[in-house]
């Protein structure tokens, strides 16, 4: 017990800074993700604090920090507007039905995680990976190019003059910063005295410049202050709970929940690279889904895990659960009690911070690898960055995915061959070699010859295996060819399993597998495959 308490220890004050800063880069992005939802900016940051809390305790990946994400909120967007519109202008109906949808993404999202999904996320192939942090880092990148725009008669407009001049000054003093202190010690939070530094010249200096709280003014909000979370049971009064409704909260509760998870397992994974260590997939989707039917229950607009914010609470050495819940906790004390404080924070600080989160995350070796991987590959990495820019990344990674899929398939098709013999009695061996599945099926096919073979025919699957339906489907014409042509065909080293299921699906077919072949390269093979 002493052991244990005295390694985590060891890595407390890392921990604490780290989380420190952590809450800090949270507050802007757990805002404008509530202003692109169309709700309060309190429904996010309340949802930062709540999915960011819980998942820190019970997650799967200590040292990630979760919270309201942008790819979460444009989906919100339709669904606030239609539930808005089932009600009267003054009812915000669009928040209950976002609450309830809310809670039954995090049923979704424990399901998978009773279920053991997660452990699907290890089949992502390395170049949807590559795509997915290349094309993260891109949206963080232009999420940011919106802090350089002010609210100008009513509309927002692109900085100009001294407001442009002096927002630039202050990002590249945050990233110089961040840049050159760990150069001289790497034991300080280089991203938290960044912050400090910028927002001390700009309180003493008293300078014009865009804050966290002309930010959220801006925006429509009314500031940050706060009280605790309250349970929103007005939800089922007001939502109708019928069939109506879930048909309409359903199908985003769906998507939410798919985004929700590949994003949060896609950001485990590469914590995991980043940190040499391996999270629980499947914990992480029980912890998520708890904690959006918590967040939706208490009036937040739910979460996931949040890549910026991981790497920035990584980079800064935050490696247990101590970092994430010292974050969430932060930002309910800003909340509570340090809300005008947080809003005198300038945005470039926070700007900043995020620009180093993007150099930091990009890939930038994949410039020197995409000459060298197969083209496939390179296509796959390039789709998937695309097209986590253009949509988002749920459509992306699955994207990539089936690409990764099909090109296998494709390459693997090609590699089915039959190597021909024929026995001193006249009997004509067909030696298979590589899978039988859909995608060989038409090459396996064309490897026969029904019509000039000999009366006796052996298809021999030694180096061989029938992987699908498709594969079976086959066989049985392939066998049904032969004995229509009046010509005996045997099957030899089938693994039993595809033995079992051949005989299932057509008994008749038990006539001309062979079982008992005295062969010891059959049984090592059998077990091998199996």
Known sequence: MTEFIRKRAANAKNDIFSGLTVALALIPEAVAFAFVAGVPPLVGLYAAFMVGLITSIFGGRPGMISGA??????????????????????????????????????????????????????????????????????????????????????????????????????VALTMLIMWGLPRINKKLPEA?????????????GNLDVATVGSFIRDGGGTGLKGGLPVLQLEIFEKVPLNLETLRFIGPYALILAAIGLIESLMTLNL??????????????????????????????????????QSIINIKGGGRTRLSGIVAAITLLLFILFASSLIERVPIAALVGVMFMVVIGTFAWSSFREISKIPLSDAIVLVAVSVLTVIFDLAIAVIAGVIISALV???ENAKRIRARKTVQEDGTKVYEIWGPLFFGSVQAFNSKFDVKNDPDNVVIDFMESRV?????????????????????????????????????????????VIEEDIDDPRYHVMAQVME
């Open 69 to 170: 994400t942008g790819a979460l909120a444009v989906v919100m967007v339709s669904l606030v507007a239609q539930g808005n519109a089932m009600g009267a202008p003054d009812e915000n109906m669009g928040l209950y039905y976002l609450f309830l949808t809310v809670i039954l993404m995090g049923i979704i999202q424990m399901l998978a995680g009773i279920f053991k999904l997660g452990k699907f996320v290890r089949l992502i192939p390395h170049p949807v990976m590559m795509g997915f942090v290349n094309g993260l880092a891109i949206v963080i990148f232009l999420s940011q190019l919106g802090m350089f725009k002010e609210v100008t008669g009513g509309e927002r407009v692109w900085m100009s003059g001294m407001s442009l001049y002096l927002m630039i000054g202050f």
């Open 408 to 410: 296998f398939s494709w």
């Open 467 to 511: 992987a699908d339906h498709s594969a079976l489907e086959a066989l049985f014409n392939l066998v049904g060819k032969y004995e229509a042509a009046g010509k005996k065909v045997r099957i030899k080293h089938l693994s039993e399993e595809c033995q079992r299921l051949m005989i299932k699906a057509s008994p008749r077919l038990a006539t």
């Open 271 to 308: 914590i995991d690279e980043l940190t040499e260590t391996r999270g629980n997939t499947n914990r992480e989707c029980m912890a998520q889904g708890g904690a959006n039917i918590v967040t939706g229950l208490f009036g937040g607009m739910g979460g996931c895990a949040m890549i910026g």
């Open 192 to 204: 938290l005295i960044a912050i400090l530094v910028v927002s001390a010249i700009v309180i003493i």
